[in-house]
């Protein structure tokens, strides 16, 4: 039985589907949604030892193509790339084991044979049956094939029967279907399935199953199982030393200093990389990182973030049209403009009162007000006042928080008021130097999520300004980057000697820049208890948590964006 298409179907069609998308639509269709529609991918342990699998039949065989149709020779060809424009499939054939006229497919498979009668799951037999369809539509008799589990290293034939070929018939209509609805399919609930995927992080099946209800609050329980996003073992490299420069050497960035080589980093452990003022990067390094799609930061000498580059981007474009018809629907950008706000107030009060003994109970009512004003402000003006109003409460008082003194007892670090452009004291030296890196950290987690960072709900549009990083991180400023500020005034991570004044400017020496720049870091790195989902979560996860719940929000999966404010 081979593939026959209906009289209501075009037999030529525009888009092939890919063979282990059927395997993905079998096991988790909102899995087969987010890769093929959403252009969506994550690396796990599993993905990566499944390529490790693959390693000798990814590499063709005897020949490029499976050659003429009928060769009586037995043969054995790996890694062949075919398709089927009648059936509408396409796949890179693992191996196909070849005699006269008939062909056996044979699928590799990283893990163990399932012990069910049939000995394949169904996610498997679809996608082998899919690649004997092709086989067929390409003039070759298949009647069978192999599943080849690499763990147990068992071959397990799988039959070709009508039933069989049906589910996979049914299976990619039903993949093609879903494509054409652009409507994502609900996460699995509660599904074994789900820890072992590698998309679990960008599909938060967990999550936003919690946060969907009609009443629009989170259910009380069951609460979402802590099982991602995993934490990036990769880190941030900052280069800052003037007259370095940045090259590539196999697998390894290295880093020149009068051309000797003082540093080598392997490429596989940087997330990011920042160079301030004249460092330089070659166009090799450059290209390999955009390639792996590392961000490089570029910050001037004296910490301000000019921009960022990184390869072809995200190909989530489904994302990107919905954060532009939310930025155009003036109820979505106020009601989300609101939470950040009034989260933002709520952080700072705690803060405070967290840091200083003596905060008049009186200024914290006054910032607990604006809060709630800011909930009910009913324009952007009105919230950019409110806004206003609890910063000068705030910045009024955070000479309270500072507490590095002298060997006669005297505070060591005064502040009277925000200040920048440049900014006029050590205090607010390092706070612009502290928002700065967290810009940079937003923005490269709203790009690694697939929104446009220039495209904000709160912020103004503004030419080069990128919105859409400074809304997200309105609620933690406090939390992170002024907590980072205090903990290296008041313990010392920088001291008074350690800036340098040009005119009316204050800036941090180099040496100070590399300590302060390691507290971010480890504030980044902190570990919290989420307050809706109840698990511990670092900083640097809990910011990719909130892009990609945002993203949940536009596509009106969740009923609103979890806010987050400590206690």
Request: hydrophobic share 40%; with cysteine; charged share 25%.
């Amino acid at each position: 039985m081979s593939y026959e298409p209906d009289g209501n179907e075009i037999a030529q069609v525009c888009e092939l589907i890919p063979v282990r998308m059927l395997n993905e639509y079998i096991y988790c269709p909102r899995l087969a949604y987010l890769e093929w529609v959403q252009g969506e991918f994550a690396d796990s342990a599993d993905t990566i030892r499944g390529r490790f699998t693959h390693r000798r039949v990814d590499q063709p065989t005897l020949a490029e193509r499976l050659g003429p149709v009928g060769n009586p020779k037995t043969h054995v060809v790996d890694a062949a790339y075919l398709s089927a424009t009648v059936a509408g499939l396409v796949a890179k054939l693992d191996r196909v084991e070849i005699s006269g006229l008939k062909a056996v497919p044979v699928d590799f498979k990283k893990g163990s044979k399932p012990s069910r009668d049939i000995g394949v799951w169904d996610a498997d037999r679809v996608q082998l049956c899919a690649q004997g369809i092709i086989l067929e539509e390409n003039g070759y008799t298949v009647d069978h094939g192999i599943a080849y589990y690499a763990a147990s290293r068992k071959r397990v034939p799988v039959e070709f029967d009508a039933e069989l070929r049906k589910m996979t018939i049914d299976a990619a209509h039903g993949i093609r279907r879903m494509a054409e609805s652009r409507t994502i399919p609900p996460p699995l609930e509660d599904s074994p399935k789900c820890p072992g995927c590698s998309l679990v992080g960008i599909c938060l099946p967990d999550e936003t199953d919690y946060l969907h209800h009609d009443d629009g609050e989170p259910v009380p329980e069951p609460a979402p199982r802590k099982i991602l996003p995993s934490a990036d073992e990769s880190l941030p490299l900052y280069i800052q030393t003037q007259g370095l420069s940045v090259g590539k050497s196999h697998g390894v960035l290295t880093v020149k200093q009068h051309g000797k080589v003082i540093k080598e980093i392997p490429i596989h452990e940087i997330s990011s990389i920042s160079l301030f003022g004249g460092v330089q990067i070659s166009t090799q390094a450059m290209q390999t990182l955009c390639y792996r799609n590392v961000p490089i930061c570029f910050f001037s000498h004296g910490g301000w973030f000019y921009g960022v580059t990184r390869g072809l981007g995200h190909k989530n474009i489904e994302l990107r049209i919905a954060q532009y018809h939310g930025v155009d629907n003036q109820d979505i950008s106020l009601r989300l403009a609101r939470a950040w706000v009034a989260d933002k107030i709520r952080n700072s009060r705690t803060l405070l009162r967290r840091n200083s003994a003596d905060f008049p109970p009186d200024l914290a009512q006054a910032m607990n007000t604006e809060a709630k004003r800011a909930e009910t402000a009913d324009s952007k003006e009105v919230l950019l006042g409110i806004e206003g109003t609890a910063a000068r409460i705030y910045f009024s008082n955070f000479h309270r928080m500072l507490k590095a003194r002298d060997r006669d007892g005297q505070f060591v670090f005064g502040f009277e008021h925000r200040n920048r452009r440049p900014p006029r004291d050590p205090v607010n030296a390092l706070l612009s130097f502290a928002y700065s890196l967290l810009t940079k950290t937003w923005m490269v987690t709203v790009q690694s999520v697939g929104f446009d960072p220039y495209l904000g709900f709160y912020h103004a549009l503004r030419y080069g300004r990128p919105a859409l990083a400074l809304d997200m991180m309105e609620p933690f400023r406090s939390l992170v980057a002024d907590s980072a500020v205090l903990f290296a005034i008041n313990n010392g991570v920088v001291r008074a000697n350690d800036f340098v004044t040009r005119i009316n400017a204050v800036s941090l020496k180099e040496n100070a820049r590399s300590r302060f720049i390691a507290t971010f870091e480890k504030r980044l790195t902190q570990t919290i208890t989420h307050p809706v989902f109840g698990y511990k979560i670092s900083y640097r996860q809990l910011f990719e948590v909130q892009a990609r719940l945002l993203g949940r929000y536009l596509f009106n999966e969740i009923d609103a964006v979890p806010r987050f404010v400590t206690r």
